[in-house]
């Protein structure tokens, strides 16, 4: 067989660097570009067997048009979320594979290390010392322990999360439309999370079903002083909500990894530009909110798990009828797939 040809789109160091390692045979060809995958450069693709893509490459119809027309066999997601692709457009043109898990702990523990940051004031005490002041005004936390924390999506990383904060003796309450049985978890319904929780962390997908479900009308219902963590995909929350939420010393603080418009800014290095999103800047202008952009998964051992079972999926789908990575193109949803079978889809 052909060595396989595979567009590795939106590649940084890191890739380059965890994948160069997993395929050190040199059993695939990888052509590692620079560009998000978007309907302005599908054509770097000419060529390929396989588009490999992350999170904030844009798979819309038109593209999955464009890369069956060139012959694609595959899209090989490095992530585990797959809302950026039209999954249901591409059942019966080109099939989905994605890494369902890489390193649950890596986002967990980010989650936890920004609850940690904000609450105990570290982003300040850090600028603060650099510049020799000692002083502890304004530097005042609170404790976790006894606080009741609400996780929305109790999965692999949701359950982490809980376990970690278990450990910090707080008080766990959570959501999920799929509840896990015989878990020990007490599920609430949501308008009891937004009521009884001190702090809010998402964990669940995106879907089109709970998009914004932290609006105003929810925020509405949370307590004064709610810290809010979302970890999960920018879009769960309305961001302008979030944004007079704090203007009304409604929420407390905030702690995002994920943005809803990161798609064109975040991976990026905009420190001498003017970024042109007001709603990101006055985010970032707020003492009590801290942003990352989408690192939450950055950790050797993930990336090391990312290229591994990327490559895996690409040599088992290309080798063998099954592909057991393969996305359900007929829920659409991560958690509820019906896929009872194991082989490809078509
Ligand atoms: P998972 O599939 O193991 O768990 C998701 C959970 O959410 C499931 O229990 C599911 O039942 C639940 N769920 C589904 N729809 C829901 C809904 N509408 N409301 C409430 N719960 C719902 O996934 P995971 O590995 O734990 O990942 C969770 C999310 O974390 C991913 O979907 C992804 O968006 C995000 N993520 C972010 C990063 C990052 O770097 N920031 C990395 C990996 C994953």
């Known amino acids: 067989m052909n060595i396989l040809k595979i567009a590795f789109f939106d590649a940084k160091d890191y890739d380059r660097q965890s ?4 395929n050190a045979s040199g059993e695939f060809d990888i052509c590692f570009l620079d560009t998000r995958l978007t309907p302005d450069t599908y054509k770097l693709a000419e060529g390929a067997d396989v588009v490999c893509v992350f999170v904030n490459d844009d798979i819309n119809s038109f593209v999955i048009d464009k890369l069956y027309e060139m012959g694609i066999k595959l899209i090989a997601l490095r992530c585990a979320g797959y809302n950026n692709v039209d999954v249901q457009y591409a059942y019966g043109k080109v099939h989905v594979v994605r890494v369902p898990a890489y390193s649950p702990y890596a986002v967990a523990e980010h989650a936890m290390a920004l ?4 609450i105990r004031r570290i982003h300040k005490a850090y600028i603060r010392t650099k510049d020799f ?3 502890l005004e304004g530097m005042t936390g609170f404790d976790l322990h006894g606080k009741t924390v609400g ?3 109790t999965g692999k990383i949701g359950r982490i999360f809980i376990d970690i904060c278990r450990g910090f003796g707080m008080n766990v309450i959570a959501y999920d439309k799929f509840p896990a049985k015989d878990s020990g978890i007490e599920y609430v319904s949501l ?8 702090i809010i962390s998402l964990h669940c997908p995106l879907t089109d079903e709970n998009r914004h479900m932290i609006n105003s009308s929810t925020i509405a219902q949370m307590k004064k002083g709610v810290v809010l963590i979302n970890t999960s995909r920018g879009a769960l929350i ?3 909500a979030l944004v007079e939420g704090i203007k009304d010393r409604k929420i407390g603080a905030a702690c995002l990894d994920v943005y809803e418009e990161e798609s064109n800014i975040f991976f990026h290095d905009y420190s001498n530009h003017i970024v042109n999103d007001d709603v990101l800047a006055r985010l970032i202008s707020m003492p009590n909110v801290i942003v990352t952009s989408h ?3 950055l950790t050797r051992e993930a990336l090391s798990n990312i290229a591994d079972t ?9 080798s063998s009828d099954k592909c057991a990575n393969e996305v359900c193109y007929k829920c659409g949803q991560i958690a509820d797939c019906k896929q009872l079978h194991d082989k490809k889809c078509f």
Do not use: C, H, Y
Not at 310 to 318: C, P, Q, V
């Open 19 to 22: 994948f160069e390692a997993s």
């Open 115 to 118: 609850l940690l940051t904000s």
């Open 133 to 135: 002041n000692f002083s």
């Open 151 to 153: 996780v929305i999506g």
């Open 191 to 198: 308008d009891e999370l937004w009521e009884r929780s001190d």
């Open 238 to 240: 309305d961001t302008e």
């Open 295 to 297: 690192q939450a998964f």
């Open 310 to 318: 990327t490559l895996a999926n690409i040599r088992e789908f290309f």
